[in-house]
């Protein structure tokens, strides 16, 4: 326990206290403009290592912070193993932790609470922080640092404007902007991208198809296969076990339709594929975080409805040896065209976010800005020698 003036910042240790965690997140964000509540399963499920498989490398310490006998704030700091193993100019590597799940009613509680994960950290051997991570950079990672006049899309984090200045205070330096592009689906692309596009489906080697969710568990095993090649080399990365591969493809399964999900082939080997989900959070806006009494019918409703405003696309990937081609290129903008109509023709959508990108990822820029989309979000993860 440790203590800041008139802040008590205690460890979450207990289900009560788990729930007092959970229950500040929403009280605090409840007047932030534009913040949708995610479902409180899915936040204990987080913090629970039977269900959240990143416990079987990470240890997680959340942290709530409390004055006058209020609880004010919380945060969490954990430390990735499999991320300490990572190249130091990765983003992360022997001796950096994290700490992510900040919320807090000021500016004081937040310094109070960045400092004891801080501490822990210390005691933990770490010499390096990077945050905010919530839990793992497969979560929601970053603080958003742009983009607050609209709701975020479904599995992307949302903050208030103070927030960075917290942390900034606390004596934090950028480390890695993250992008998210908005993109109008309702246009045709440029005639360029439409000449590279009929120019792959004239080519005997590719072949563009929809995932087979009768065969989920295969497809899926394919998918995370080619993403961790081909994000191997990105800032911040960090492998996906196969417990946390099935995982997500358990998580993601309720999304998935197999007109979004499109795997290119070259010459009948898998080498990209881009995945595309209706934004769940069109259902989860009205719901305030709860499936009881009826937010369940309704969910249960909207997933086999599944009319969708917008759709994101949080995960695509081309084979490290296939990147830095034309080829590259050519498969992206077939997998992004097809899915493109899919998704306009069978949800009704009218636009399309495309990310998290990385700032200094070159190729997917280039994608981005070819088709026509512009940044509509930005997320800062910052760093800090301990």
């Not at 954990?78 to 500016?107: C, R, S, V, Y």
């Amino acid at each position: 326990m440790a203590h800041s003036n008139d802040i008590t910042i205690s460890q979450v240790k207990g289900k009560a206290a788990l729930s007092a965690f959970i229950d500040i997140g929403y009280r605090l964000n409840t007047n932030t403009p534009n913040w949708v509540p995610p479902l409180r399963q899915e936040q204990f499920d987080l913090f629970n290592p039977k269900k959240n498989p990143f416990f079987e490398h990470a240890r997680v310490q959340p942290m709530i912070a409390t004055r006058a006998g209020r609880i004010v704030g919380r945060i969490s700091a954990h430390i990735d193993e499999l991320a300490l193993t990572q190249p130091i100019e990765q983003g992360f590597g022997p001796g950096t932790g994290n700490w992510g799940m900040l919320d807090a009613e000021d500016k004081n509680v937040a310094q109070a609470l960045i400092a004891a994960a801080e501490d822990w950290l210390r005691e933990q051997g770490m010499s390096r922080a990077v945050g905010p991570l919530s839990l793992s950079i497969w979560d929601e990672p970053g603080v958003l640092t742009k983009g607050f006049d609209h709701e975020p899309i479904v599995m992307m984090g949302h903050d208030h404007e103070h927030k960075q200045d917290w942390i900034k205070a606390a004596g934090y330096k950028d480390a890695k902007s993250l992008y998210t592009y908005d993109l109008d689906i309702l246009k045709d692309f440029p005639p360029l991208i439409q000449r590279i596009v009929k120019s792959g489906e004239r080519s005997e080697r590719i072949n563009i198809r929809r995932v087979n969710k009768d065969k989920f568990d295969q497809e899926a095993a394919i998918l995370m296969g080619i993403l961790n090649d081909a994000w191997s080399k990105n800032w911040g990365f960090v492998p996906l076990t196969d417990s946390e591969i099935a995982h997500v493809g358990k998580k993601m399964k309720p999304l998935v339709r197999e007109d979004l999900i499109m795997i290119a082939e070259v010459e009948g080997e898998p080498v990209a594929f881009m995945m595309t989900i209706p934004n769940l959070n069109e259902a989860l806006r009205s719901l305030d975080g709860n499936l009881f009494p009826l937010g369940w019918a309704k969910l249960l409703w909207w997933l086999r409805n599944c009319r969708s405003h917008s759709v994101r696309v949080p995960l695509m990937g081309v084979s490290s040896k296939f990147q830095n081609t034309r080829l590259a290129s050519q498969l992206a903008f077939m997998m992004i065209e097809y899915i493109r109509r899919e998704a306009v023709k069978n949800y009704g959508a009218v636009r399309g976010e495309i990310g998290w990108i990385l700032e200094d990822n070159q190729g997917m820029v280039a994608i981005a800005d070819a088709i026509g989309a512009t940044i509509n979000r930005e997320y800062m993860i910052f760093e800090k020698s301990l």
